[in-house]
């Protein structure tokens, strides 16, 4: 997806015309980066175990490897994956809300089809503008950071980036299997927020406090709009749990 359509390099983030030389089929060798000195991006040898495990601990230059060098918009259909992505990410963010409120309000197993209907309303609303909000944070902080950093980054890009980060959120389908304390739900949500700074910082290449500031105050306002949301069909009465 990397915005200018360039390779770069894993450690620094410099722009190349090339990752490695081909010799013949499978004979690579891996380029170095002029400006850092180390191999650009030793990611294009190592096995994919490798790739997930740098991810869960993330770190910088496996995204910069990802976002730049893995999936450029030459070998991404990249419309189409941003949309698959952000609509997985709504599922999941749906299914969140449901089992959250399963584990804290004690949804009923037995309920009447009208108070289903009103129970799916409620959730599809609560994540339809918690999330609306969230992009709209997101997309003010990151023009804010892209004026004050040196990259051209769009915004479809970064949104990306943010969805991609957010991987870690299909651990919330293990609890179809297993129950879980609610705190793991919201540890999980710390898990993606990190994931979704260290993205947010190898695509606008801004600071790190920066990027949290702008993935915390977008989180912040999701979820201050979908408690309020929450608070005012209670207080209007009409949409309930029970
Ligand atoms: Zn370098």
């Given at each position: 997806m990397?915005?200018?359509?360039?390779l770069r390099c894993v450690h620094c983030g410099f722009p190349l015309k090339s990752l490695y030389i081909q010799y013949s089929p499978g004979n690579i060798r891996l380029m170095k980066c002029e400006r850092c000195k180390k191999v650009a991006d030793e990611y294009i040898e190592c096995e994919n175990m490798i790739l997930v495990i740098d991810l869960i601990l993330h770190k910088e230059k496996v995204y910069r490897h990802l976002f730049y060098n893995m999936f450029t918009r030459e070998t991404l259909n990249f419309e189409v994956w941003l949309w698959?992505?952000?609509?997985?990410f709504l599922i999941l963010d749906t299914y969140k809300i449901f089992v959250l409120s399963r584990i804290e309000d004690g949804l009923k197993s037995s309920m009447s089809f009208a108070s289903l209907i009103s129970c799916y309303a409620k959730l599809l609303m609560d994540v339809g503008f918690g999330n609306l909000m969230f992009l709209m944070?997101?997309?003010l902080g990151i023009r804010v950071l892209t004026r004050a950093s040196v990259g051209?980054?769009?915004f479809k890009d970064a949104l990306l980036a943010i969805l991609v980060s957010s991987y870690f959120k299909i651990f919330?389908?293990?609890?179809?299997?297993w129950e879980f304390p609610s705190s793991v739900l919201y540890i999980n949500d710390i898990?993606?927020?990190s994931s979704n700074t260290v993205a947010l910082k190898v695509i606008t290449e801004s600071s790190m406090p920066r990027c949290l500031a702008v993935c915390l105050s977008a989180y912040a306002v999701k979820f201050l709009v979908m408690e309020m949301l929450n608070g005012a069909l209670l207080i209007f009465g009409g949409i309930d749990w029970a």
């Open positions: 990397g915005c200018e359509n360039t698959k992505l952000a609509f997985s944070m997101l997309f051209t980054t769009s919330l389908l293990s609890t179809m299997i898990v993606v927020l």
